[in-house]
């Protein structure tokens, strides 16, 4: 049984409810967090009961917002693999670095685990058509999602999005729109018409599920470092989904009190042609101002307008952690690498993370000792090698 009890927004603390739709503290303009009966599942939970149940996000179900099974769609998705890389760690001289590989996923991308859950809760909340804007990846999972659910979902793209994206959305069966502008420029043009069609928006943090799909990811490290978690994780930063939900992951146990020892330090890695996050973490911004002219092959990372940027910032800063940005060349090197030293196949946006490890090396901020996790947040397999 799901624990949750509210959905809190984290500005006001104002509360709302979750057994209707709900999208955004309007008063505010910021996502919604769900909140759990924590202090019940200390009670009656067992941190080791986990490693029993069968494989993927639902092992988790009390801890995310579904409240009846039925609902708890599934294509596979979550408890993706940890694969520890000694090669690449010597040549840095680090001793324990991991790779949590989500291309792993259905559809290829980590994606899957927001989206898993946004549409089954939008399911569960009798919603019948969806819509988001997206570079991609989160549209083809939209779709699947859909089609599994047998809703419709409508999905629009900036122009320019690469057509392999295009093609999956509609093999899923989702209606595909494509928009001039960037992605910020794309959801303002078609957030018109989804409200005139009365469709439902799970646009990154436009609704309150998406992160506690994410969320998962930072209780599979938690389980997998025997609940001890690393000291440092490296995530290819867009929306900052990944790092909200993580963090929220870890705070959430730390409350169970399952965890031992420190949380990790996040680091927001970006491409050096769309660092709006890693900017305001450097001149110690409290929001997140938009980055004109957004540009990287790393299509995941072009996200101009960070929507939950107080929620990123927070994170990043709780955890002592940091930004660090890499250039265009540094990433095909690293994809390079990834692939020939450890036989992955990371997307370009994942490789940022191995680039982003280099740079910190080289800084010398990172002790020989740290436990390492590299985030590879998609398959290589939709970015072809060396036409990017
Ligand atoms: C969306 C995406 C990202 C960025 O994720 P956020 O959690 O929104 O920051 C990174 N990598 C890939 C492959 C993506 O599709
Ligand atoms: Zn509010």
Redesign the pocket.
């Known amino acids: 049984m799901s624990a949750l009890e509210s959905l809190e927004c984290p500005v006001c603390g104002s509360l709302y409810d979750p057994r209707v739709p709900q999208t955004i503290c309007a008063a505010c303009v910021s996502p919604l967090l769900c909140q759990y009966d924590l202090a019940a599942l200390k009670r009656e939970l067992d941190r080791d009961a986990f490693a029993a149940r069968p494989r993927g996000i639902w092992r988790w179900h009390e801890m995310l917002p579904v409240l009846d099974p039925s609902h708890q769609m599934t294509l596979g998705e979550g408890d993706t693999p940890l694969i520890k890389a000694d090669r690449l760690a010597g040549a840095l001289g680090l001793r324990h670095l991991y790779i949590k590989d989500e291309g792993r996923n259905p559809t290829g991308?980590f994606?899957a685990r927001g989206l898993c859950m946004a549409v089954a809760k939008a399911l569960e909340l009798g919603l019948r058509e969806l819509w988001m804007p997206t570079a991609g990846?989160?549209g083809s999972a939209l779709a699947a999602y859909a089609a599994r659910a047998g809703i419709q979902a409508y999905v629009f793209m900036p122009a320019d999005a690469p057509e392999i994206y295009q093609r999956e959305v509609m093999a899923y069966g989702a209606r595909l729109e494509r928009l001039p502008g960037f992605l910020d420029q794309v959801g303002e043009r078609a957030e018109k018409q989804a409200r005139e069609q009365g469709w439902f928006g799970v646009a990154?943090f436009k609704e309150p599920y998406r992160v506690e799909g994410?969320k998962t990811m930072g209780l599979e490290l938690a389980e997998a470092f025997k609940w001890r978690l690393p000291e440092v994780i490296l995530y290819?930063?867009?929306?900052?989904?990944?790092l909200v939900g993580m963090w929220k992951a870890f705070r959430e146990l730390e409350a169970l009190g399952w965890l031992e020892g420190p949380l990790p330090k996040l680091v927001a890695v970006q491409p050096e042609g769309c660092a709006p996050v890693v900017r305001a973490l450097e001149k110690g911004h409290e929001r997140i101002s938009l980055w004109r002219r957004p540009r990287t092959a790393a299509h995941?990372?072009r996200v101009p307008k960070v929507f939950a940027d107080r929620l990123v910032l927070k994170a990043v800063r709780e955890s002592t952690g940091r930004g660090v940005v890499v250039s265009e060349v540094e990433i095909q090197e690293a994809r390079t690498e990834l692939g020939q030293v450890e036989g992955l196949s990371a997307?370009l946006?994942?490789a940022a993370t191995w680039a982003g490890l280099k740079r910190l090396v080289k800084e010398g901020w990172l002790p020989a000792e740290a436990r390492i996790v590299l985030f590879n947040?998609?398959t290589g397999l939709k970015q072809a090698v060396g036409r990017n």
């Open positions: 991308t994606k990846n989160a990154t994410k290819p930063t867009g929306g900052g989904t990944g995941g990372l997307c946006e994942g947040t998609g």
